[in-house]
């Protein structure tokens, strides 16, 4: 049985020179992570300007398009290849189902679709932004690496018991989704810290240092 369950990391790339980031520029969880799990979308490489390809930012965004010069729809998600089995057993009660994690491994993904690169954006920094943003990318794939680690310390060899096959499966992947946030916090301070170093500014040292760090050898 193959499953998918996703985590949404929403990023913005702003232009104003600010201390600190303004709210509609701060790295944000989306609750509809759904809503784009069926989505095209492409895994981990360099990105170009075609990847983003929505015509308009979110509607809570909108008001804020001339301050913002790009944004990117990112995922961690279980990946295809995850394999997961459901299996009759008995206990002391009588008959259940079971189920348990074969193998459990995560992609980072991009949505271009619902990726927003603004029209009016200088050439001259199309490059930096580019940069940008394939930071955030590689930050993802940092963070599902560090999720398939953790899977396989504490995910492995455990049951996921119901009466139905049904109920074992949504034990299965109640517990899965939890696992798969339970990484938010740690990636949401990690692109906040690498936007208030690197957005709403164009510092070109310190943004080649994250990407040598982050995406160099990816």
Not at 77 to 82: G, T, Y
Not at 108 to 117: G, L, Q
Not at 155 to 181: D, N, P, W
Request: aromatic fraction near 12%; glycine fraction near 4%.
């Amino acid at each position: 049985m193959r499953g998918r369950c996703t985590v949404l990391l929403l990023l913005c790339c702003f232009t104003a020179e600010c201390t600190r980031l303004p709210e509609f520029a701060t790295p944000y969880i989306s609750t509809g992570a759904d809503e784009l799990s069926s989505g095209p979308f492409i895994l981990y490489r360099k990105l170009t300007r075609a990847d983003f390809r929505a015509k308009e930012l979110p509607a809570r965004l909108v008001h804020e398009k001339g301050r913002i010069n790009a944004y990117s729809a990112l995922s961690i998600r279980s990946s295809v290849n995850s394999q997961f089995r459901i299996y009759p057993a008995e206990n002391s009660s009588g008959r259940q189902h079971c189920g348990e994690i074969i193998s459990l491994r995560f992609d980072a993904v991009m949505f271009p679709e619902n990726s927003w690169w603004n029209p009016q954006l200088e050439r001259k920094h199309f490059a930096y932004v580019l940069q940008h943003e394939q930071i955030h990318f590689a930050l993802m794939v940092r963070g599902a690496s560090r999720l398939a680690e953790r899977a396989d310390r504490e995910m492995k060899q455990m049951e996921y018991c119901g009466v139905t096959e049904h109920e074992a499966r949504q034990k299965l992947f109640s517990k899965l989704r939890s696992f798969i946030h339970s990484e938010k916090k740690v990636l949401l301070q990690e692109h906040t810290v690498f936007d208030e170093e690197t957005s709403g500014r164009f510092n070109k040292r310190l943004q080649n240092w994250w990407y040598e760090k982050t995406a160099g050898d990816l």
